[in-house]
């Protein structure tokens, strides 16, 4: 999808509105993630790995999350809902992208030893 040739500055002004509130939610789903991860680590303090891992979490928590609320809350479904091919599950799409980036990791990637997120990687060691 590209940006479209508006026809107005009332219709540019009402497609940036909707950038930046959907830009405000991302950014604020993109922090939550990453502060829970990398607790008092700002985002120059990670590599560009961290930052892939970090956003790959939200995008498939977003699909997950919005996928099972349109289950639960069905005056929500469109008809599109059901042409798109299901992700495959968030456990495995995390695992294979934290493994990718501590293959190449530029810095050890520390996880407090009773975090899932290392029992889940590194098979608990």
Not at 12 to 36: G, M, P, Y
Not at 45 to 50: A, E, T, W
Request: with cysteine; glycine share 2%.
């Amino acid at each position: 999808m590209s940006i479209p040739n508006f026809k107005s500055q009332h219709d540019w002004e009402a497609f940036t509105q909707i950038f930046d509130s959907q830009w405000h939610c991302k950014r604020a789903l993109l922090n939550r993630v990453k502060d829970d991860m990398f607790p008092n680590t700002s985002w120059n303090g990670l590599s560009s790995k961290h930052m892939e891992v970090i956003n790959d979490i939200v995008s498939n928590l977003v699909y997950e999350v919005e996928r099972q609320f349109k289950e639960t809350h069905q005056d929500y479904k469109t008809d599109d809902d059901e042409m798109f091919i299901p992700y495959r599950s968030f456990k495995e799409n995390v695992a294979e992208a934290i493994n990718e980036a501590l293959d190449k990791r530029e810095e050890p990637i520390w996880c407090h030893p009773e975090s899932s997120l290392k029992k889940m990687t590194l098979g608990g060691k």
